[in-house]
């Protein structure tokens, strides 16, 4: 159960910093709402990479 709330508390993490970094940067450049789009979306693509790769699920590459 542990495990599992550390990896939905990374992928949930992602999101949320995507989304703080996003709405600095519509609050800074008056760009609203295209920022805090691009960052919630670049957010939630950080935290999937950080969930697998927590969770081992790409195994390391062979042949190198």
């Known amino acids: ?11 949930i993490a992602g999101v949320i910093v995507g989304a703080l970094i996003g709405w600095g940067f519509d609050h800074l ?3 609203s709402p295209w920022g805090l789009i ?13 969930l697998v790769r927590s969770a081992g699920v790409v195994p390391g590459r062979s042949g190198r």
Not at 1 to 11: H, I, K, N, T, V
Request: cysteine-free.
């Open 1 to 11: 159960m542990a495990r599992g709330f550390q990896l939905s508390s990374e992928l």
């Open 38 to 50: 691009v960052f919630v979306l670049v957010g939630f693509v950080a935290g999937v990479v950080n």
């Open 29 to 31: 450049l008056s760009t």
